[in-house]
Structures are given as C-alpha cells and as structure tokens.
C-alpha cells in the first residue's frame, strides 16, 4: 500500500508546539493557553464565531478560570460528524516551563516538567485545523475540543454537555506517547476518604482517657491490606488495584500536634480502580468495612470509640471498545496507510476518553511523543509528534 501524500507542515508544526509548551497552564488556570490556542486558530483561518466556551467550569466543585473549549469545523463533503478532543491544562509540575529543542527532542530546562502532556494533542488539533483549511483537504463536519482540568480529576470532560459537541459519531482523543499505541480502554476509578474523631488526652499523665485517631486508622489500614484489599487487589470474583494517598489532619495539616497529646483526629483519602465499575466500588467498601472493624479495638477507659465518617464516590467510570468498532478499524487502517502497526491496549490510567465514551462518544486515544510525563525529565520525541499530526490529519480526511 502505497503511503498517502499529507501536506504536513512539519516546521509550523514544531513552531506551534514550542509556543504551546511555553504558555503556564497549570490545571484549573487554563485561561492563558486557551487564549493562546484561539488565536492561534484565528491566525490559521478559523472564524472567530466557531470558537466557544462551554459552562462547564461552573460545575466543576474547584476554581476553574475558563470552560472548555470548542471549535467548530464546517465538512467540505458530507459525512458524520468526527470529534477530535486533548486537554488544556498540565500538572503543577510545569509550571515555568522553558521548553528548548535538544536534537530530535524538546526537553525542559531541568526544573521542571515540560507539560507535552498534553501540549502536544494541543499543538496537534491547532495544526489540524490548519492544514484543513490552508490545503483545502475534503473532510466531514469536526468539532475540536480543548478540555480543561483533566490532570486533577477528568473535570472538564465530566462536566461536558454533550449536546454542544454537534453529535459525533466518534472522538480521537490524543493524549499518548507513541502514535502505535491505540487506547481502546481505561479502568474506572472509585474515590474514599474518611474522617476519624478521637478524643485528645495528656499521652503521659493519662493516655486511657484518651481515643487516638492515628492509631484507628493504622489498624483500619492493617485490616484493608490483610483482608487483600491494598495494592494489587486479586479475588475471585475481580481484579483491580488500590492505594492510600494522603493520611492527615485538617487543611492539610498533619494528623496530631504534639507527641504528648493523643491525637483527637485524622483525616486518610485513597483510591481505587478496577476495569469494572463494581469492583472498584467493593474494593472501596472493603476499605470502609476494616475502618468499621478498627474503630471497635480503640476505646478509651470508658469503653467510648472514635467516630468513623467513610464516604466513596466514583471519579470516573471504566471503558473499553471493541476492537472491531468504527472509531478503531478508522485508526488502524489509517496507520496501515501511514506504513505503522497499531497497537491496541488497555491503560491503567483514567482519560477524557473515560467520560467522552460514558456520554456517549465511543473514543480512542492516540499518542504525538510525549514521554516521561509529569516528571522533569519529560520531553517530547519529535518524531512521534509528527507522526501523530499525520494520523490526525489522515483519520481527519480518509473516507469511511
């Protein structure tokens, strides 16, 4: 098979990425990258009347500067509406990013990450509208979407209306390293935390008077990983994994003030996450019920327990397409026009992908080289990168 002419400008390409890679938005403060993305998209021909915001910042339980944003593409030859979708915003670690090209890599200056996650699916929806509309290349209706607080929790694709993305049919989502690789699914995540209030007392002069909270939800965490539930969580009735992310006090603050105070209270928050929605949540309750069990080995002179507040919800639902649905044959034969093999897997990792295919859009998420990602090592492979603009712009305009 023949490789298909893509008229890709790989200079202007890089040149957009650099900028994007450059502009701090670190997530919930998406306002200067998507003004940065809009004009940008202005300059490469798109009508300023195509491009929104949605309301779905307003939604969002945490401060959010913008919604998402949406771009609107009229098809130049009928066909259904195609999404192409990545998120604005990147992990605090970016912040002050300077991007430098460094051979066939753009890596940071060292103190910091570099934020390719996604800055590259950025630069590569901007260079896809682009080339669209610079070549005139035939393509159906597409909408292009921008989503926001993606790196704290998925927030922006949650809170999507989906009626405002005109009714696509499929979303290629980029968000990924290697061009190769499709993501056709994703486990779910289930969200606990819980509160536990004990009774303070002097540790030294009358320690039985006291209920220390550390030492209930020390217990609790014993119990959870005893009874299988923490890490690698295998049973026989699923699979999933688990984690304890944060054991402390109010605000922040540590669980406990002096070493001579029983501490009265701590607050602990963990997850879990399996490729089935009901797994997560019993791997979530198994953790509720060792809490239950440990508040009953606490008591103080009088017989009292702490008070055990556990709560679960879910973060994001589980995903996974077939390999044989539309949006994954469309990649697969599009990289077999690119001369590449794809790769379908499985991620362990929530995406935007999670919601899009929860509101109905079945999605696929492809990669455009970046690497290392939320460290300061990370760096965007160039190559990749182009590849991944070819793909876009390829599964943008091939027929069905």
Same mark, same amino acid.
């Given at each position: 098979?023949?490789?298909?002419?893509?008229?890709?400008?790989?200079?202007?390409?890089?040149?957009?990425?650099?900028?994007?890679l450059?502009?701090?938005?670190?997530?919930?403060?998406?306002?200067?990258?998507?003004?940065?993305?809009?004009?940008?998209?202005?300059?490469?021909?798109?009508?300023?009347?195509?491009?929104?915001?949605?309301?779905?910042?307003?939604?969002?339980?945490?401060?959010?500067?913008?919604?998402?944003?949406?771009?609107?593409?009229?098809?130049?030859?009928?066909?259904?509406?195609?999404?192409?979708?990545?998120?604005?915003?990147?992990?605090?670690?970016?912040?002050?990013?300077?991007?430098?090209?460094?051979?066939?890599?753009?890596?940071?200056?060292?103190?910091?990450?570099?934020?390719?996650?996604?800055?590259?699916?950025?630069?590569?929806?901007v260079?896809?509208?682009?080339t669209?509309?610079?070549?005139?290349?035939?393509?159906?209706?597409?909408?292009?979407?921008?989503?926001?607080?993606e790196?704290?929790?998925?927030?922006?694709?949650?809170?999507?209306?989906?009626?405002?993305?005109?009714?696509?049919?499929?979303?290629i989502?980029?968000?990924?390293?290697?061009?190769?690789?499709?993501?056709?699914?994703?486990?779910?995540?289930?969200n606990?935390?819980?509160?536990?209030?004990?009774?303070?007392?002097?540790?030294?002069?009358?320690?039985?008077?006291g209920?220390?909270?550390?030492?209930v939800?020390?217990?609790?965490?014993?119990?959870?990983?005893?009874?299988?539930?923490?890490?690698?969580?295998?049973?026989?009735? %699923?699979r999933?994994? #688990?984690?304890?992310?944060? @054991?402390?006090? $109010?605000?922040? /603050?540590?669980? *406990? +003030? !002096?070493?001579?105070?029983?501490?009265?209270?701590?607050?602990?928050? %963990?997850?879990?996450? #399996?490729?089935?929605?009901? @797994?997560?949540? $019993?791997?979530? /309750?198994?953790? *509720? +019920? !060792?809490?239950?069990?440990?508040?009953?080995?606490?008591?103080?002179h009088?017989?009292?327990?702490?008070?055990?507040?556990f709560?679960?919800?879910?973060?994001?639902?589980?995903?996974?397409?077939?390999?044989?649905?539309?949006?994954?044959?469309?990649?697969?034969?599009?990289?077999e026009?690119?001369?590449?093999?794809?790769?379908?897997?499985?991620?362990?990792?929530?995406?935007?992908?999670?919601?899009?295919?929860?509101?109905?859009?079945?999605t696929?998420?492809?990669?455009?080289?970046?690497?290392?990602?939320?460290?300061?090592?990370?760096?965007?492979?160039?190559?990749?990168?182009?590849?991944?603009?070819?793909?876009?712009?390829?599964?943008?305009?091939?027929?069905?």
């Amino acid at each position: 098979m023949s490789k298909p002419s893509i008229p890709l400008d790989v200079a202007a390409a890089e040149e957009h990425l650099m900028r994007f890679l450059s502009v701090e938005g670190v997530t919930g403060y998406e306002a200067n990258i998507a003004t940065a993305v809009s004009d940008a998209l202005e300059a490469a021909g798109v009508p300023a009347s195509a491009i929104r915001f949605d309301d779905a910042n307003t939604r969002i339980p945490l401060p959010t500067e913008t919604g998402n944003l949406i771009v609107d593409l009229p098809g130049t030859r009928s066909g259904p509406r195609l999404l192409f979708s990545t998120h604005l915003d990147t992990v605090p670690l970016c912040a002050g990013a300077n991007p430098r090209r460094e051979g066939d890599r753009i890596v940071s200056d060292g103190t910091t990450a570099l934020g390719g996650d996604a800055r590259t699916g950025v630069a590569l929806l901007v260079v896809l509208a682009e080339t669209l509309i610079q070549h005139e290349l035939p393509h159906p209706p597409i909408t292009l979407l921008f989503t926001v607080r993606e790196e704290s929790g998925l927030h922006g694709a949650r809170e999507l209306n989906p009626a405002d993305l005109g009714g696509p049919v499929m979303c290629i989502n980029v968000d990924g390293q290697l061009a190769s690789d499709l993501i056709i699914g994703a486990v779910g995540q289930e969200n606990w935390e819980v509160e536990i209030k004990g009774q303070a007392s002097h540790a030294g002069v009358a320690p039985e008077k006291g209920i220390s909270a550390t030492l209930v939800g020390a217990i609790a965490l014993a119990e959870a990983q005893n009874a299988g539930w923490f890490g690698k969580v295998v049973k026989p009735d %699923g699979r999933g994994t #688990s984690n304890v992310g944060i @054991f402390g006090g $109010k605000d922040g /603050k540590p669980a *406990g +003030d !002096a070493t001579n105070v029983v501490t009265d209270y701590a607050f602990i928050k %963990g997850e879990a996450r #399996s490729s089935e929605s009901a @797994f997560a949540e $019993k791997i979530a /309750k198994g953790y *509720g +019920d !060792a809490f239950a069990k440990a508040k009953e080995q606490v008591k103080d002179h009088e017989g009292h327990t702490a008070e055990v507040a556990f709560s679960h919800q879910t973060s994001y639902p589980p995903f996974k397409l077939k390999e044989n649905s539309p949006v994954v044959k469309r990649a697969i034969k599009a990289l077999e026009m690119l001369g590449i093999e794809g790769n379908c897997l499985f991620s362990n990792g929530g995406l935007d992908a999670n919601w899009l295919d929860k509101h109905g859009v079945p999605t696929i998420t492809i990669g455009a080289g970046q690497a290392e990602i939320h460290t300061i090592k990370e760096y965007v492979n160039l190559a990749e990168y182009e590849k991944g603009c070819r793909l876009g712009i390829l599964m943008a305009t091939m027929e069905q």
